[in-house]
């Protein structure tokens, strides 16, 4: 070889070290070789800095100077074993403390003798990390189940993965376990709501933002109650992927809403015959024929009035009064349709708007009205009340174009009823 070829050989030696001694100090791990007496032979930069030593210390130690105590049997016969599987041992550092680490080792034979290849990975921060999740994961856990509201969730296309006592104790369940796995089917008062909240409300939650609303379901017992919900789902990413699974908090509000529902009731309707309030059935028709052409709504009017009810409150008392009032109610709501509204607009007079109804269907009502309660009697101790009333009826026709006029020109058919001899219905003016 001549000196030329030399230089080359030494110069790619040079570089080939460099490249190891490079490999060996960015290395994530702390990497030693040892002897057969487990002595120390050679370590990277990371040994160095995980350990606390320096380069030339850690040559004079062996690999027991690294561990504590009760990790020294379990290296001593890995090594003697040849094994290479990663055990955890518990390792110490120069200082004196101690720390969690993952170890992994081979026999290699080098120069012709054996020698054992150690890495160790310090483990302080992943434990910690593990520590601190676990943690989080009890305090979460608390949370979730001593929270006093309803808290469900569910995965896998809307079945229920996990709930808490309190969705439990809101929906008439004994415990949690017993919602675990079932499909909201059970939930929703009908499969019909079931298909309805899949359909509109539920993809909204793919936009990730919650969604707060009210709605019924269902308990065990079957009853239906109202609850408040507040739901988002687990998945980050926009759309989210609902399947993955989502999150709901849920309260029960049922007295709430009664509540609600009786002071609405309160401030619409009269407390006695459950008639809407003269102010709320004007506000009603307001809403019901705001920008609606006359022809479009053909709405008609009643205005009705009890004959002689004043006899009947001296003859038997103001309370039989009042059970006839509250029987011709009855009737009425029997009678008319979900959507016609019925108020009381006076002691004893009564007004009915009938929307999408001519004046000769508005006739045939007030005749219907007229005549089953001229045949009902009100009992009222042990005395059969009778009683009859008398109707104006007025129907949208050209002649009548205002939902005033209409009102004005029922009234003056009633009074016109009234002197016809009462318990007959006018629709037509003389």
């Not at 002071?263 to 459950?274: H, P």
Request: aromatic share 10%; proline share 2%.
């Amino acid at each position: 070889m001549d000196l030329k070829e030399a230089k080359i050989q030494i110069a790619h030696l040079k570089e080939q070290l460099e490249i190891e001694k490079a490999l060996n100090d960015v290395a994530f791990e702390a990497i030693g070789i040892f002897d057969e007496d487990l002595k120390c032979v050679a370590a990277n930069a990371e040994a160095v800095h995980v350990l606390g030593y320096t380069s030339e210390e850690l040559l004079h130690l062996t690999a027991f100077d690294f561990l504590a105590k009760e990790s020294h049997s379990t290296a001593k016969e890995n090594a003697s074993k040849g094994l290479t599987e990663p055990y955890f041992a518990t390792c110490k550092r120069k200082d004196g403390t101690f720390f969690p680490a993952e170890v992994r080792a081979n026999n290699v034979i080098l120069k012709g003798r054996k020698f054992r290849a150690t890495a160790m990975r310090d483990l302080t921060f992943s434990r910690a990390m593990e520590t601190d999740l676990a943690d989080a994961l009890y305090e979460l856990e608390l949370i979730f189940s001593n929270c006093k509201v309803g808290l469900m969730l569910l995965t896998g296309g809307r079945y229920l993965r996990r709930a808490n006592q309190a969705l439990a104790d809101v929906l008439g369940y004994a415990s949690p376990d017993e919602l675990k796995g079932i499909s909201m089917r059970q939930l929703h008062i009908s499969l019909d709501k079931y298909d309805e909240f899949g359909e509109t409300i539920y993809p909204e939650l793919a936009h990730g933002k919650p969604l707060k609303f009210e709605y019924q379901m269902r308990r065990q017992d079957g009853n239906a109650i109202w609850c408040s919900f507040t739901g988002q789902a687990i998945d980050r990413n926009v759309p989210a992927n609902l399947y993955k699974g989502v999150l709901w908090v849920i309260d029960d509000i049922t007295k709430r809403k009664a509540k609600e529902e009786y002071l609405l009731r309160m401030a619409t309707t009269d407390d006695l015959t459950g008639a809407l309030h003269r102010k709320e059935f004007f506000r009603r028709i307001e809403y019901l024929t705001d920008d609606v052409d006359q022809e479009s709504l053909k709405c008609s009017v009643l205005m009705i009035d009890l004959d002689n009810f004043k006899n009947i409150n001296d003859t038997y008392g103001h309370e039989a009064g009042d059970a006839v009032l509250r029987d011709f109610a009855t009737l009425c709501r029997e009678q008319l349709r979900d959507n016609d509204l019925f108020a009381r607009v006076g002691g004893e007079e009564f007004a009915v708007f009938l929307p999408q109804t001519t004046r000769y269907k508005a006739v045939q009502v007030a005749e219907r009205l007229r005549k089953n309660f001229a045949d009902k009697d009100t009992i009222y101790c042990g005395n059969f009340v009778r009683c009859t009333i008398s109707i104006g009826v007025s129907g949208a026709t050209s002649e009548y174009v205002e939902t005033e006029e209409l009102l004005r020109s029922a009234d003056q058919r009633l009074y016109k009823a009234k002197e016809s001899g009462r318990n007959t219905v006018v629709f037509f003016d003389e």
